[in-house]
């Protein structure tokens, strides 16, 4: 059953009161309330005009029942999904997939897995990751979904003709293979598109105004989760219910506001660049790999809004807690102040796995029986928080009463509501990446596409090559 | 066959005149030869006086002998392999499995795996991984090697508890069950050492002067190592020869030396504090995420050696070519001048996997024809470096000739001689880690452990809760 349940932000770690003086001063949080406003209103403003179209989402639409439909109808008859995406094309999907079914979900059998398919994500062009797969997998039980707005993308495309070419090859070159396909792609132009047109291959849209990295409640995210058996209808609803309590252009009364304000003031006020997401959660690392590209691309940006360099952007990081305690933390606690640490908690689990008590006589595991893995994993999750507290440094908690969809979809909205507002905060523009155009240019060059220019990379200086 | 080619260091880019001005002058890298020396000297006296065990690791020891053949032998009744550890006593388990298997090898067939076991490292203590794992494996057909110096981590003991019992009711609470569990544990004194002498279970020596980050060559990482069919011969012989190139106090003649000074001056003299890790790799992220804790935890220190406080060190981040360009790259194209990017390549990859010519008439697919994907991802990690180091960003590339055991010795290698080196530049102890032990005391408050303190942790203040 689906837990409706909001989900908490927990910020009072991220104030001077409780961390012995360091940490921001509330009335510096307070003091942005006018800002926000501003911020609110000129975002609200760009939904009017239909620039952000990844708040439009959370409504359920016709093609919500249409990706249903595919998953419930001609898709059972797969036993594997193969994403071929990249970046805002592969994050969101992973991130759905390991919070709602694990991280293991591939490595189950037909039965633990409800007979709902594998799902792989092939977000590189790593030919010792692909070779392996395309070998292991029977590509006549498989969907290969493109996930592409352009259909340029040079990963995407080259793995896009391997599988095109291994799909002829078993099933012949006639209407066979294309059953194989579903692209996700721009509804009226672009390559994919195209040849969409031309072969008669199922297509999925991915509005114009949704960029790649705001794209998982779009077709992007949803028919991979369908196909795994995910509720659609729980996930949007989260989502919406997460619109509707960012509604309010009151700061301290608006989640993702409250979020995007403290990381922006613990950055330019108190020299935490380094915004760190760290779940109590295997499932949800990868959300925080996701969080890392929202947060990395949108913000981090050469040129404001006044078209002045500035060169600014926080660097996310991600971390997993209970582990990387034992990695991570004791830089968090003894490195720079140049930190904040955002928590992702999950009150109750799925699982409960009780620790048998066992050795009475040996102090220092006796303690252990008696309770759950769970009540260990909150513990060091809050010890560390307080820990953290106690050192001056500045963090946070996100809670999520359950890991479920509803729950899912919520965090999903904050973190995508929040960029949008800390764009607002920093004064940059969150929809574009002009940054990545260069290294773009340069491949196609190397790889000699036509009407680039050779690609002028200069040869290392040998005598800064130890060998 | 094993190559035994060098590994090489390709640093031009994090120097001023490739950069247009920006990054290091080759003046200050050639004037901190002098303190290198000094720190060279400290660290071989060190490593006279026993301190630095981890350097003596790359001699193939007796034990390496015993490791192989309990591989060879009582350990190939066993259908998979489940180490119990976290952080030092995981990470590097898990980059050996990954760089030289693949981050595939738990969903091979037997017949894939040429019948070396499953190899799964437990390094949370999340119920939401450990019950439905424990559920699925067979523990009959299962070698659970609990590794941990002391035998007072709680995550590790608590597991142990877990598995202990299920092995217990499985096989019975007389000799049969133990000789499911190996201990890789101190040789002389602690909790598992205790247990293991009472109860003859199996162990394994972790040396009293080998620090769980620098653990990776003994016996933490080379029993699963072995039981996975991992060539221990080729993989120290390639940590021995980089040992052997580390041995010069000519800075610029000793790769690792190289590797720190660059980290330093570039934190220290150019602002950059974030050293991200970028392997253009999938089977050498892990290893990002095994260098994430050698440098955070070795570096991030409050205390320098005078023992004033300093709160230094830089932030590693993991990055993972090509698919963080979609990503991450925005940010370190555009963000602030406040990081390095260590690319990770590998000149020959295991496999091929050709692009096949198709659609002649779309300039922007057509040109992928007739490259490899691994053209392609050498092509994006180049114009990836040149694009920085066109936007002054500096970065340095690490080249592998392969991915074989070898070329992993001498990477581990790298990396923890330049991690004491870097501790030499910081003026910090990169060997202890004093900053984690409020959090394990607080965890053992709220766990109810005997003698513990309650654990002094305020309530959240009811006003910074958003609910």
Redesign the interface.
């Known amino acids: 059953m689906t837990d409706t349940t909001?989900i908490?932000?927990?910020?009072?770690s991220m104030?001077a009161?409780?961390l012995g003086g360091r940490g921001l001063d509330p009335e510096r949080l307070a003091a942005a309330a006018g800002r926000f406003r501003e911020i609110h209103a000129n975002v609200e403003a760009r939904r009017e005009d239909g620039t952000l179209g990844f708040y439009d989402l959370v409504r359920r639409t016709p093609m919500v029942g249409q990706i249903e439909a595919f998953a419930d109808g001609p898709g059972q008859a797969f036993e594997n999904i193969v994403v071929l995406g990249?970046?805002?094309s592969?994050?969101g999907t992973t991130s759905l997939l390991h919070a709602l079914h694990?991280?293991?979900w591939?490595?189950?059998s037909a039965e633990?897995r409800d007979h709902f398919p594998r799902l792989f994500v092939l977000?590189?062009?790593?030919?010792?990751?692909?070779?392996?797969?395309?070998d292991?997998l029977n590509v006549g039980a498989t969907l290969f979904n493109v996930v592409s707005k352009s259909?340029?993308?040079?990963?995407t495309?080259?793995q896009?003709?391997?599988v095109?070419?291994r799909l002829r090859a078993a099933l012949g070159d006639d209407e066979g293979y294309r059953r194989h396909l579903l692209f996700t792609t721009d509804p009226e132009r672009g390559?994919l598109r195209?040849?969409a047109d031309d072969e008669g291959i199922v297509t999925l849209p991915i509005p114009g105004n949704v960029g790649?990295r705001f794209s998982v409640l779009s077709a992007v995210g949803l028919l991979p989760a369908a196909m795994v058996g995910i509720d659609l209808d729980a996930l949007l609803a989260g989502a919406a219910a997460m619109e509707e309590r960012c509604r309010t252009d009151a700061l301290?009364?608006n989640?993702a506001g409250?979020f995007a304000a403290l990381q922006f003031l613990a950055h330019t006020e108190a020299g935490a660049?380094?915004h760190v997401m760290m779940p109590?959660?295997?499932?949800l690392y990868a959300m925080a790999?996701w969080f890392?590209?929202i947060w990395?691309?949108s913000?981090?940006?050469?040129k404001n809004l006044e078209g002045e360099d500035v060169?600014?952007?926080p660097?996310p990081?991600k971390a997993?807690g209970?582990?990387d305690?034992?990695?991570?933390?004791?830089?968090?606690?003894?490195?720079?102040?140049?930190?904040t640490v955002t928590f992702l908690a999950v009150d109750e689990?799925?699982?409960?796995?009780?620790?048998?008590p066992?050795?009475a006589e040996?102090?220092?595991?006796?303690?252990?029986?008696g309770?759950?893995?769970?009540?260990?994993?909150d513990?060091?999750r809050?010890?560390?928080a307080?820990?953290l507290a106690?050192?001056g440094r500045m963090n946070m908690t996100i809670a999520l009463p359950r890991?479920d969809a509803h729950a899912v979809g919520q965090l999903l909205m904050l973190l995508e509501i929040a960029t949008v507002y800390a764009g607002g905060f920093y004064g940059v523009d969150p929809m574009d990446?002009?940054?990545?155009e260069?290294?773009?240019?340069?491949?196609?060059?190397?790889?000699?596409?036509?009407?680039s220019e050779r690609?002028?990379?200069?040869d290392?200086?040998p005598?800064?090559?130890?060998?």
């Open positions: 909001n908490r932000l927990d910020y009072g104030l009161p409780r990249i970046g805002g592969a994050l694990g991280r293991d591939n490595e189950r633990e977000d590189n062009v790593d030919p010792d990751t692909i070779a392996p797969l395309l292991r259909g340029t993308t040079a990963e495309m080259a896009f003709l391997i095109r070419e390559v195209r040849i790649g301290l009364e989640p409250v660049g380094v109590y959660s295997d499932r790999d890392r590209q990395a691309e913000l981090g940006k050469r060169w600014v952007g660097t990081v997993l209970a582990t305690q034992h990695s991570q933390v004791q830089l968090y606690i003894e490195g720079p102040f140049d930190k689990h799925d699982h409960e796995v009780a620790v048998p066992a050795y040996i102090d220092a595991i006796a303690y252990l029986g309770h759950t893995l769970g009540e260990l994993l513990a060091e809050r010890a560390t307080a820990a106690d050192s890991l990446q002009p940054g990545v260069l290294g773009k240019v340069l491949t196609y060059g190397l790889m000699g596409r036509p009407g690609a002028d990379i200069p290392p200086d005598r800064r090559v130890l060998r």
